[in-house]
T-cell receptor, first 109, second 115 residues
């Protein structure tokens, strides 16, 4: 069975500091990984997915199959980055998503 | 992306009653998903609903408790039956757009409180 682990429930950083939100997964096949974000009073929305290898709002995430990780990084945190971040894994046919427990990012001034 | 709406946005219900949640999408989609997010918890997939076939339920979820309809390619309903306080959660629908590369788009959620 697949599993997604986000070890930090809350991560607090100062504005301008680097951010790294950790995500580890377990899955026997070839996974597809995503980061979703939920800003205050907004719906859950896709931030980025590993197959796109893109940078969104300054965030990047690299899939490391050796370490089974998909950590989310940003070199300089902004106040508007404060939100709940979920790592998710899509496995097999049917496109089912397995979510981690989420990390609340708080960017302080 | 897809525009997804849910009704109701929130409700407070009595134990033993049932509530039907509607999910409407602005365009035709093949797959629709229903998730539950219990207080302080992550999202858990309840079932996958394809048009023209029975919904596929995840382990721990049964059709008698969470019947799902998918009458066409833009609409689905989830019913929470015989509710108890443990059913208090946010219920979300999501869709998988064709060509979206397994990306799912989420509705705003329905916040259910069972007294």
């Amino acid at each position: 069975a697949q599993r997604v682990t986000q070890p930090e429930k809350l991560l607090s950083v100062f504005k301008g500091a680097p951010v790294e939100l950790k995500c580890n997964y377990s899955y026997s096949g070839s996974p597809e990984l995503f980061w979703y974000v939920q800003y205050s009073r907004q719906r859950l929305q896709l931030l980025l997915r590993h197959i796109s290898r893109e940078s969104i709002k300054g965030f990047t995430a690299d899939l490391n199959k050796g370490e089974t990780s998909f950590h989310l990084k940003k070199p300089f945190a902004q106040e508007e980055d404060s939100a709940m971040y979920y790592c998710a894994l899509s496995s097999g046919g049917g496109n089912k998503l397995t979510f981690g427990t989420g990390t609340q990012l708080k960017v302080e001034l | 992306s897809a525009v997804i709406s849910q009704k109701p946005s929130r409700d407070i219900c009595q134990r033993g009653t049932s509530l039907t949640i509607q999910c409407q999408v602005d365009s035709q989609v093949t797959m629709m998903f229903w998730y539950r997010q219990q207080p302080g918890q992550s999202l858990t997939l309840i079932a996958t609903a394809n048009q023209g076939s029975e919904a596929t339920y995840e382990s721990g979820f049964v059709i008698d408790k969470f019947p799902i309809s998918r009458p066409n390619l833009t609409f689905s309903t989830l019913t929470v039956s015989n509710m108890s306080p443990e059913d208090s959660s946010i219920y979300l629908c999501s869709v998988d757009r064709a060509g979206g590369g397994n990306t799912q788009y989420f509705g705003p959620g329905t916040r259910l409180t069972v007294l």
